[in-house]
């Protein structure tokens, strides 16, 4: 094998690493939709590790919206409510992109463990209209 020959075969080896460990450390993107009275999630489940929230505000109404991602194991219509809305120093609470106008999109990217969790809207009396979601974290 010639010099060139072994450098050609030694980067395609680098290269070919790199994509196979590439995927090890894949990003995940979840597009989550905040319509007037629902939270719909083009998927619930996701693999460990970085995961950005694609966060639409679709309603038709001028209601502001936020998500907030909690880590629990409450089923998502289960959690409690105070006031109106969820007491989220009662759970962990991971991260939240707050205040989005209709028709306004923001991203919020976590590192999240395996587990469950629950993102919900939790403006006042949102939670209780049915803004949450159930969300799984798989090892």
């Not at 939270?39 to 970085?50: P, Q």
């Not at 995961?51 to 936020?66: C, G, L, M, R, Y």
């Not at 991260?95 to 469950?116: C, F, I, N, R, Y």
């Amino acid at each position: 094998m010639t010099l060139r020959n072994s450098h050609i075969a030694v980067c395609a080896g680098v290269v070919a690493l790199g994509l196979v460990s590439g995927a090890a450390y894949a990003k995940e993107t979840v597009k989550a939709t905040l319509s007037n009275d629902t939270i719909k999630l083009d998927t619930d489940s996701v693999k460990a590790g970085t995961v950005t929230f694609e966060a639409t505000n679709a309603s038709d109404t001028k209601q502001i919206h936020e998500l907030v991602v909690l880590k629990t194991d409450m089923s998502a219509d289960k959690l409690p409510v105070k006031n109106g809305a969820v007491p989220e120093k009662q759970f962990r609470k991971m991260g939240e992109v707050e205040d989005m106008a209709p028709g306004k999109s923001k991203q919020l990217t976590l590192k999240l463990a395996p587990g469950h969790y629950v993102l919900i809207c939790n403006q006042p009396g949102h939670y209780a209209m049915g803004m949450h979601a159930p969300f799984v974290v798989t090892p």
